[in-house]
Nanobody, 124 residues
Framework: QVQLVESGGGLVQAGGSLRLSCAAS????????MGWFRQVPGKERDFVAR????????NYADSVKGRFTISRDNAKNTVYLQMNSLKPDDTAVYYC?????????????????WGQGTQVTVSS
């Protein structure tokens, strides 16, 4: 089992920044692919970004490219999502997730463990 706890969400004005953190405990963190997803009420959970276990490969949704940066610190068992130039459309509950399965990293089904989510609200 892996336990994930997100933090860092909050209310920010458009154009502002937030950094989300996801602290992992349980099985060895460094072997997992880590991802961030987001969800608004009534809609599906959407892929935001992912990072491979060594941090060498990152991928982003088109909607956040150039604004968001995913990173990880395996020594601290933590993954981060730096969000800059935030827009009202970024408002959502943000979830971190981990997996050691092969599959489409953009799909929630590929991920084995999830955090409880943290709310990000961007005002116009």
């Amino acid at each position: 089992q892996v336990q994930l706890v997100e933090s860092g969400g909050g209310l920010v004005q458009a154009g502002g920044s937030l950094r989300l953190s996801c602290a992992a405990s349980g099985r060895p963190f460094s072997t997992y692919v880590m991802g961030w997803f987001r969800q608004v009420p009534g809609k599906e959970r959407d892929f935001v970004a992912r990072i491979t276990w060594g941090g060498a490969i990152t991928n982003y949704a088109d909607s956040v490219k150039g604004r968001f940066t995913i990173s990880r610190d395996n020594a601290k068992n933590t993954v981060y999502l730096q969000m800059n130039s935030l827009k009202p459309d970024d408002t959502a509950v943000y979830y971190c997730a981990v997996t050691n399965l092969k599959g489409d990293f953009g799909l929630p089904l590929t991920y084995q463990y999830w955090g409880q989510g943290t709310q990000v609200t961007v005002s116009s």
